[in-house]
């Protein structure tokens, strides 16, 4: 599976291309949210694996997600938030994006669990998961 990696702070970036690759996947990365899309409408990946705290970049994964959403080219790109936001807070507000515009994000808290990583990849990658049609699943 080819994956994007969407994370700001590289050595939490670089633990993750290492980790996916390990299993693996290839990988390639954005720092910011406009890197992000521009990887996202070129490189059309498998899965993006998107922070919503981008510091240094004029957009947040929100601002992404909700991009990518409303992009037909590419909202049917599986997404799913890795962030050490409040579960609570991160659940909320991804609901209402994807409510919205009819999107699914699933999410996965920071430090990222491998064995629940490993369980979210293969189900996009058996079709399980947010869906590559546009649709929510």
Not at 4 to 17: G, P, Q, T
């Amino acid at each position: 599976m080819y994956i994007l990696v969407v994370e700001d702070d590289a050595s939490a970036r670089m633990a993750l291309i290492r980790l996916l690759e390990g299993l693996g996947h290839r990988t390639c990365f954005a720092a910011s949210g406009e890197r992000a899309l521009q990887h996202m409408r070129i490189e059309k990946p498998d899965l993006v694996l998107l922070d919503m705290v981008l510091e240094g970049s004029t957009m947040s994964g929100w601002d992404v997600a909700r991009e990518k959403l409303l992009d037909p080219d590419i909202r049917a790109i599986p997404c799913v938030i890795v962030t050490g936001l409040a579960p609570d807070d991160v659940r909320d507000r991804a609901n209402v994006v994807a409510s919205a515009l009819s999107g699914t994000m699933l999410i996965v808290p920071k430090p990222v669990n491998i064995d629940v990583l490993r369980r979210i990849i293969d189900m996009v990658g058996e079709g399980k998961g947010p869906g590559r049609d546009g649709e929510p699943t």
